[in-house]
DNA sequence: TTGAAAGCGCTAACAA
DNA sequence: TTGTTAGCGCTTTCAA
């Protein structure tokens, strides 16, 4: 299984080794003749160019670390989908490990992207407090935040106007003639959940609106921590004619509660969510909910990322993209 | 943004080179004090073992290539996920990208993990066709085939007994009562779903059912594909009282197109999927379906490849895992 | 127990 | 246009 060098095929072609590298890396200091004549022996001979020779001497593998909290979540799995096609386009291929949450492996795992010389990190942090964590490194290797907003830090990040969103959610409700809407499954800990509430607030306030949370107490939020809370929520009475959630996780949580008791959506309730999951669209769900552009997203974090490699950039920059409403049937008019 | 190297923690030191890589890598020739003494400082200095390097010489990169059709698929990206855990607990990193279902882009992707001298391959094939593109790389590196079944190759695979798992289903409809079972998704170029097939067929055949399909023309399984084609099947006589899809997404598409036409599920018609992804939990999803053991098939696969890469084994070995029924909400008595 | 030196496969500066 | 050589940061053999 060994391969064949860089040595090899010089051998084979009777010319020295530097001159099969410059063959290979397109160098214009040969003649024509032999650089065909190279690259056919190369061809013949399955000549596969060392990546890792070629990293240590340029100093760049040409390699992104990826740091998901975990790809097992349809928000993720989308965005290192398309992190993959973005960076694979621009000569990079991407590393990718979860951190499932835990900010000690975080800061392990930035420790290990050093180590293995990445040329870049993106980094989807699992809450507010891995910013302090990972500071030391961010002098070390070109970190791109990514999805969680990092408010003032000077740090580069690229995420989603989540107040601005926010606002879009309470402004369509109000449009379809909702005049109590209760914000669901608000969380600690989380710069995404404190300025989508903050949006709320901000929108309320303009419309008139009284102001009603039901707060996550959970470290994160899912499906099941959803139903939990509205389980709890449905118990009580309701004084509300619509529930606009954190997350579309949070927002299938009040689904699968509200079917239990036999609550319609969006007959008797109309619920709407944030971020657009592939979930929301499935048959029977059809969540109306707030689309993050995840594609969008990807490519600008992994463009920001390469800018910032390739120049050596020593300032920072906060990329913050639009969200847009996607109306499906969670939403009805009062 | 240099990073500190051994030559630095040997000149603070004022010890050799070697003696700090010693101590670094816990070689026994080295006495207690200095490693300790050596240890220290290269905490001080936040010095990190320059992995590339390293792997230069030990020629392995701890590094596995990991190359799915795409992550932003729920089936992949749980396996993705838990590829990630079991490697990363065996100190193996892993590389991950998406062939698109494009199998010139497979054939590319063996190459440049080959380059980037990887210690070995997991590979989701798009195809049965793929087995022949990707072959004469067989013979330089490790590979796995995950997911699918590869029959009689000489190579070594780890996949769901799809076969026995079909039979399951059928076995399942039959003692809800249902004599009357439509295969619906089928689809040509793909083991696994011509296995599926087989169990279905031979199960109906020991019950004395009487087999109806409905094929899939299309390249691949999705919702949107299944929606279209349950459109067209609903436009005609039902001679059935179940249909047995060919995988979940397959699946999610029948219950749209259901929806549509106001067929209740599973009311006027059970409904039994294959493959369990997440969306099939979803709140009024609740869809049956026959289970593929996601997380032990992504263990099993990074402990066959890494066993392989680490006995150098010249064999193959094929593992079969049993898939289990997973009882919702989605079928009932006939 | 420690140091000196070779070498992993490659790129690039310098010489010819 | 081509060849020689140094060196990237590390591990490991051999000598001291």
């Known amino acids: 299984m060994k391969n064949v060098t860089i040595k090899d095929v010089a051998r084979a072609a009777g010319?020295?080794?530097?001159?099969?590298?410059?063959?290979?890396?397109?160098?214009?200091?040969?003649?024509?003749?032999t650089r065909a004549r190279i690259l056919q022996i190369c061809k013949e001979m399955n000549y596969t160019t060392n990546t890792v020779a070629r990293a240590m001497?340029?100093?760049?593998?040409?390699?992104?670390?990826?740091i998901l909290t975990s790809v097992n979540n349809p928000f993720m799995s989308e965005l290192a989908y398309h992190i993959d096609r973005q960076a694979r386009s621009r000569g990079y291929n991407i590393i990718l490990c979860n951190s499932s949450r835990d900010v000690e492996q975080e800061?392990?795992?930035?420790?290990?992207?050093?180590?293995?010389?990445?040329?870049?990190?993106?980094?989807?942090?699992?809450?507010?407090?891995?910013y302090e964590l990972v500071k030391p490194y961010l002098s070390r290797i070109p970190t791109i935040f990514i999805g969680e907003n990092l408010r003032e830090a000077p740090e580069s990040y690229v995420s989603v106007d989540n107040y601005r969103g926010a606002q879009i959610g309470v402004e369509y409700l109000y449009r379809l003639g909702h005049r109590s809407i209760l914000y669901f499954g608000r969380r600690r800990g989380s710069t995404t959940h404190q300025l989508r509430a903050e949006g709320y607030a901000a929108a309320c306030e303009r419309l008139g609106l009284r102001q009603q949370y039901c707060i996550n107490t959970f470290s994160a939020s899912s499906i099941k921590y959803g139903?939990?809370?509205a389980k709890q929520l449905f118990s009580q009475e309701r004084r509300y004619t619509a529930i606009f959630a954190a997350t579309d996780t949070n927002a299938l949580g009040v689904m699968q509660a509200a079917e239990e008791i036999g609550l319609r959506i969006p007959k008797d309730l109309s619920l709407l969510g944030f971020d657009n999951i592939r979930d929301s669209g499935l048959p029977r769900i059809e969540l109306t909910t707030i689309e993050q552009p995840k594609k969008m997203l990807a490519s600008v974090a992994v463009d920001t990322l390469i800018d910032k490699i390739q120049d050596e950039q020593t300032g920072?920059?906060?990329?913050?993209?639009?969200?847009a409403l996607i109306e499906r049937s969670s939403c009805a008019p009062v």
Chains 1, 2 share one sequence.
Do not use: N
């Open 316 to 323: 920072y920059s906060h990329r913050i993209l639009t969200p």
């Open 227 to 229: 139903y939990q809370l």
């Open 107 to 130: 800061r392990d795992l930035f420790e290990l992207m050093i180590g293995r010389q990445v040329d870049g990190i993106l980094f989807f942090p699992s809450g507010a407090e891995s």
């Open 15 to 33: 010319v020295s080794y530097s001159t099969v590298s410059r063959a290979l890396t397109g160098s214009p200091e040969i003649s024509e003749d």
């Open 57 to 66: 001497v340029m100093k760049s593998t040409k390699l992104l670390g990826v």
